[in-house]
């Protein structure tokens, strides 16, 4: 008898055979390959039909040397031990076999406004549909209705650290995952460290954390990404002038043909259309893979414009609650040369795959996190409105320590069951106790009324409570 599966069972069993297979399947490799060798042909064939109309595979080749292929651009193919090897697309090797030339057989290139002019948002597409449709299932998360950067809080010590870490490690840190955890939470630099690097990870932390906390405000816009910049830069540029200052004289790239556009005026006005062609996109993995590809590409700053990308990439993400993209096992040599392909002949391809591999590793790595946490708290979950409105109510009339008590019990009596009032007042006590930089926004807090509450909070924690 054929091994019965659900469709979307069978769906993630034919995409995962087909992951890594280059020159794809015949349909009878295929059939036995997913255990239903004993089914009909035809009736498999059908079952393969949804799939062709989705794009998520397709069919190379004619008659009898037809072959069932990965629609997706990137590869990834599973090795017997559970882990993943790195491998390019077709085309991503292509754009590849151009920049693994010597320099003197590259032709000297330079910024090609074309390039951003010729892509229109939610019309031009540099994620295929079907990559975008797994990438919204890998990303999926249970906060997606919460408000933005529900899911990144309850990661953030995580998400600090390997983010941190995977970034400047693209960027050459020798700084290792350990070094960096003990970094970012006991704020210790090892030995044999320079200053440098451990401001750059300091600095990243900076950073992350801003983008966490001002999820629900901020956007993609030339504020936003010279904001970032200037934590990212902070004491590493020779000139403190150029942090978070759009570039005032040429650069260049080592090891690189591309000469970056070299006129200040034309810079900043690339730089704001950039951003606004980036606003106007829907789709949350375009609009943060453009962000990869175009922000380093015109170069907008003296230095730091990858690091400054791969954060600003991460925006629409912890925006619309999807896993967060932490460049997980992303080899350094795949990114940089991919990079230089986008530079040197505005070939996006090769970037393409180590995006939708670094995605899955990075979805792999939170799910595991997520389950080692635990299920959400359902009191939590029921009350979460309740909670809010108790927060706002009791800190923003900037109450004295002896009045927070009598706050929490007149909000109890007027809004909670008089059954989960016990229950209520235990948790909203914690909820006032642990409000902090990163949490008051989600309470609809502004920064002043979180100033005035500080010492307010301080003096009820310690026992005018």
Same mark, same amino acid.
């Given at each position: 008898?054929?091994?019965?599966?659900?469709?979307?069972? /069978?769906?993630?069993?034919?995409?995962?055979?087909?992951?890594?297979?280059?020159?794809?399947?015949?349909?009878?490799?295929?059939?036995?390959?997913?255990?239903?060798?004993?089914?009909?042909?035809?009736?498999?064939?059908?079952? &393969?039909?949804?799939?062709?109309?989705?794009?998520?595979?397709?069919?190379?080749?004619?008659?009898?040397?037809?072959?069932?292929?990965?629609?997706?651009?990137?590869?990834?193919?599973?090795?017997?031990?559970?882990?993943?090897?790195?491998?390019?697309?077709?085309?991503?090797?292509?754009?590849?076999?151009?920049?693994?030339?010597?320099?003197?057989?590259?032709?000297?290139?330079?910024?090609?406004?074309?390039?951003?002019?010729?892509?229109?948002?939610? %019309?031009?597409?540099?994620?295929?549909?079907?990559?975008?449709?797994?990438?919204?299932?890998?990303?999926?998360?249970?906060?997606?209705?919460?408000?933005?950067?529900?899911?990144?809080?309850?990661?953030?010590?995580?998400?600090?650290?390997? &983010?941190?870490?995977?970034?400047?490690?693209?960027?050459?840190?020798?700084?290792?995952?350990?070094?960096?955890?003990?970094?970012?939470?006991?704020?210790?630099?090892?030995?044999?460290?320079?200053?440098?690097?451990?401001?750059?990870?300091?600095?990243?932390?900076?950073?992350?954390?801003?983008?966490?906390?001002?999820?629900?405000?901020?956007?993609?816009?030339?504020?936003?990404?010279?904001?970032?910049?200037?934590?990212?830069?902070?004491? &590493?540029?020779?000139?403190?002038?150029?942090?978070?200052?759009?570039?005032?004289?040429?650069?260049?790239?080592?090891?690189?043909?591309?000469?970056?556009?070299?006129?200040?005026?034309?810079?900043?006005?690339?730089?704001?259309?950039?951003?606004?062609?980036?606003?106007?996109?829907?789709?949350?993995?375009?609009?943060?893979?453009?962000? &990869?590809?175009?922000?380093?590409?015109?170069?907008?700053?003296?230095?730091?414009?990858?690091?400054?990308?791969?954060?600003?990439?991460?925006?629409?993400?912890?925006?619309?609650?999807?896993?967060?993209?932490?460049?997980?096992?992303?080899?350094?040599?795949?990114?940089?040369?991919?990079?230089?392909?986008?530079?040197?002949?505005?070939? %996006?391809?090769?970037?393409?795959?180590?995006?939708?591999?670094?995605?899955?590793?990075?979805?792999?790595?939170?799910?595991?996190?997520?389950?080692?946490?635990?299920?959400?708290?359902?009191?939590? /979950?029921?009350?979460?409105?309740?909670?809010?409105?108790?927060?706002?109510?009791?800190?923003?009339?900037?109450?004295?320590?002896?009045?927070?008590?009598?706050?929490?019990?007149?909000?109890?009596?007027?809004?909670?069951?008089?059954?989960?009032?016990?229950?209520?007042?235990?948790?909203?006590?914690?909820?006032?106790?642990?409000?902090?930089?990163?949490?008051?926004?989600?309470?609809?807090?502004?920064?002043?009324?979180?100033?005035?509450?500080?010492?307010?909070?301080?003096?009820?924690?310690?026992?005018?409570?």
């Amino acid at each position: 008898m054929p091994t019965r599966k659900g469709p979307r069972e /069978l769906e993630a069993t034919i995409l995962g055979v087909l992951a890594g297979q280059l020159e794809g399947l015949t349909r009878e490799e295929l059939q036995k390959a997913v255990g239903l060798g004993k089914e009909e042909p035809w009736r498999f064939r059908r079952r &393969l039909e949804p799939m062709e109309r989705r794009r998520l595979i397709r069919k190379v080749g004619i008659t009898r040397g037809m072959r069932y292929v990965l629609e997706m651009s990137a590869q990834v193919a599973p090795l017997a031990n559970g882990v993943s090897v790195w491998e390019h697309s077709t085309e991503g090797a292509q754009a590849l076999a151009k920049v693994d030339r010597s320099r003197d057989q590259r032709p000297p290139s330079t910024y090609e406004r074309s390039f951003l002019d010729a892509y229109r948002p939610n %019309m031009t597409f540099y994620l295929m549909e079907a990559q975008r449709n797994q990438l919204h299932a890998l990303g999926l998360t249970p906060e997606a209705e919460a408000p933005a950067g529900t899911y990144a809080r309850q990661i953030l010590e995580r998400l600090l650290i390997d &983010l941190s870490w995977n970034s400047s490690r693209l960027e050459g840190n020798t700084y290792s995952l350990l070094d960096t955890e003990r970094l970012i939470k006991a704020g210790g630099a090892p030995e044999g460290r320079t200053a440098q690097e451990t401001q750059m990870i300091l600095n990243h932390k900076q950073a992350i954390e801003y983008l966490v906390e001002g999820a629900a405000e901020l956007a993609l816009s030339p504020g936003t990404v010279r904001a970032l910049h200037g934590m990212l830069s902070e004491n &590493l540029l020779s000139d403190p002038a150029d942090e978070g200052r759009l570039r005032q004289s040429p650069v260049s790239i080592g090891d690189s043909v591309y000469v970056p556009l070299a006129v200040p005026q034309q810079v900043e006005e690339i730089f704001e259309q950039l951003l606004l062609t980036a606003h106007a996109i829907k789709d949350p993995f375009e609009q943060s893979f453009f962000i &990869l590809v175009h922000l380093p590409y015109l170069q907008p700053f003296a230095d730091a414009n990858k690091r400054t990308s791969r954060l600003a990439a991460n925006l629409p993400l912890l925006k619309h609650n999807l896993q967060p993209l932490s460049f997980t096992d992303v080899p350094r040599e795949a990114y940089l040369s991919s990079t230089l392909a986008v530079y040197e002949y505005r070939r %996006m391809e090769a970037l393409r795959d180590v995006y939708l591999w670094a995605y899955q590793r990075s979805c792999e790595r939170y799910q595991a996190i997520r389950k080692s946490m635990g299920e959400p708290d359902s009191f939590r /979950l029921r009350f979460r409105a309740q909670l809010r409105e108790a927060v706002r109510q009791i800190v923003r009339p900037s109450r004295s320590a002896s009045e927070i008590q009598k706050g929490i019990a007149t909000y109890l009596e007027a809004a909670v069951p008089a059954e989960e009032r016990i229950r209520f007042q235990a948790v909203i006590s914690q909820e006032l106790r642990n409000l902090n930089e990163g949490t008051y926004a989600r309470y609809g807090l502004r920064p002043s009324e979180f100033e005035a509450w500080k010492p307010v909070q301080a003096e009820w924690a310690t026992g005018g409570r």
